[in-house]
């Protein structure tokens, strides 16, 4: 078993760096289907510049050690392109977190984006913030910066559970626009009960190629439908040698 | 420096990965020590965080005598009491467990509560929200199993073919949940693996 799993992890290095390289990009281009919410993510950031409003992101509070912290890997990479999408306006956006490894991370992105986009005089390092430390103080400590004027989107990416209840409900009553995505399947199902735009199971870690377009996150993207394929294909082998009676 | 940063994020990642594939004893002694240095820096950061809340954002916000000047005033007392509490009587002392317990748990328990009224409110607009086929879906989805849930059906019981049928409702969220964490097990891969190549740096210096 541990050799199958190296296997894999060899084979999408591999398949990401052949799929970013210029000639491979040429002969098979990268073609994604349309997904409505992060659509409305860019017109949602669009707007935010025109009227002043400033954007909000919150990344769960999945501890830096853990799994499922990639969701919030994916939410920082966002935070990231909405930070350089959203640098004509005055108004950086501000990002949540429930963990103190991300609330770090997340001012240190805010202030990459900054010298990035020659912006520095607008960077305060209390637009990352650490709400809370257990998941319902973080989502309590997170209402305050929900019921904010000046915020007209919400962006929730990460790793939540239960108290992903409290984010969509009061984001969907006092904002424009939310972009509900996580890992926990638990969350996933609240955010389809209560808010417009969510992205269920991996739509989620194709946020950063559909807004930066960048070379390696399309690559990223390919490979992951690649092993989607074999993972189908693996299923249905298996079963049908289970129904034969070979395995 | 983002050179040295990134080579050094790198090197710690490609050890730890090959931790969990090779046991070979020399692999293992390097990775353990910086799995134990992830795990002390993730309880700086998190030290550092919440003194950042505490003294950057509450503390901030007593000075300015904001309109939630209140609730940072009993934040910030809170703080202080739980920290000289902790300090002199330390954390696996069992009246200081019992006192942040009392606190924590009934508090935690009403926001429960609040949630639960919250989204089942939220819940029955649902439909106006996701007008589609999903939507129905999920929403027929959720009627079907409260009710199989609710134990009305129990009499059917005795009723093979209607007990047989049960059973197999109960292993369609099952195997739809598979599907979903299927996508995002590979989703994870796809990401761990830009951050181990050093394409995706959320680390800046």
Redesign the interface.
């Known amino acids: 078993m ?2 199958i ?2 296997l ?2 060899i084979l ?2 591999v398949g ?2 052949l799929f ?1 390289s210029k000639r491979v990009r040429a002969k098979y281009p990268p073609v994604f289907r349309k997904i409505a919410a992060i659509a409305k993510l860019r017109r949602a950031i669009g707007l935010s510049v025109e009227d002043g409003t400033r954007i909000h992101v919150t990344l769960g509070s999945a ?3 853990d ?1 499922a912290n ?2 919030a ?2 939410g ?2 966002s935070l990231h392109r909405l930070g350089q999408l959203s640098s004509t306006s005055d108004q950086p956006p501000v990002c949540t977190s429930g ?3 991300l ?3 997340s001012k ?2 805010l ?2 984006v900054s010298v990035e986009t020659n912006t520095r005089e607008l960077y305060d ?2 637009h990352g ?3 809370g ?2 998941p ?1 103080s973080y ?3 997170a209402m ?1 910066i929900l019921h904010e004027p000046g915020i007209s989107a919400n962006v929730l990416i990460g790793n939540f559970g ?2 992903a ?2 984010f ?2 009061i984001s ?1 009553s006092n904002t424009d626009f939310t972009l509900a995505a996580s ?1 926990s ?1 638990t969350a ?1 199902s ?1 955010f ?5 735009d969510v992205l ?3 739509e ?2 194709a946020i ?1 190629a559909y807004l930066a377009y960048s070379p ?2 399309l690559a ?2 390919q ?2 439908d690649l ?2 394929w074999l ?1 189908g294909i693996a299923l249905i082998a298996g079963a049908i040698l289970k129904l034969l009676g070979i395995l | 420096m983002k050179i040295i940063n990134t080579v050094i994020a790198i090197i710690s990642g490609v050890i730890v990965l090959l931790g969990y594939f090779i046991p070979s004893p020399l692999i293992q002694s390097l990775r353990q020590p910086l799995l134990d240095w992830a795990v002390i820096l993730s309880g700086i950061a998190g030290l550092i965080a919440i003194l950042n809340l505490v003294f950057g954002v509450h503390w901030k916000r007593l000075k300015e005598n904001g309109a939630s000047k209140g609730f940072s005033f009993v934040l910030f007392i809170a703080f202080l009491l739980t920290l000289v509490a902790g300090i002199f009587l330390g954390p696996s002392n069992t009246g200081f467990q019992k006192l942040v317990t009392a606190v924590q748990v009934p508090i935690e328990s009403s926001l429960m509560a609040v949630l639960a009224i919250t989204m089942a409110f939220s819940s029955l607009k649902m439909l106006q929200r996701q007008r589609n086929w999903m939507g129905f879906v999920f929403f027929l989805s959720v009627v079907i199993f409260l009710i199989i849930n609710s134990g009305v059906l129990a009499f059917t019981t005795d009723i093979p073919v209607i007990n047989d049928m049960l059973s197999g409702f109960h292993q369609v969220p099952v195997a739809g949940a598979r599907g979903i964490l299927l996508g995002i097990a590979l989703g994870s891969l796809a990401t761990g693996i830009r951050i181990l190549i050093g394409s995706d740096r959320p680390y800046n210096g």
Do not use: K
């Not at chain 1, 389809?192 to 417009?196: I, K, L």
């Open positions: 541990p050799f799993g190296f894999i992890v999408t290095i990401t760096i970013a501890n830096l050690t799994p990639t969701s890997f994916v920082l990479s963990n103190g490894g609330t770090l991370l240190d992105v202030r990459a390092p209390d913030q650490l709400t430390i257990t319902f989502a309590v400590g305050d239960t108290e209840g409290f969509s409900t969907e890992d399947i996933q609240i389809f009960a209560t808010t417009r269920i199971g991996e989620l870690y950063p390696i996150h990223s993207l490979v992951q092993l989607r993972v």
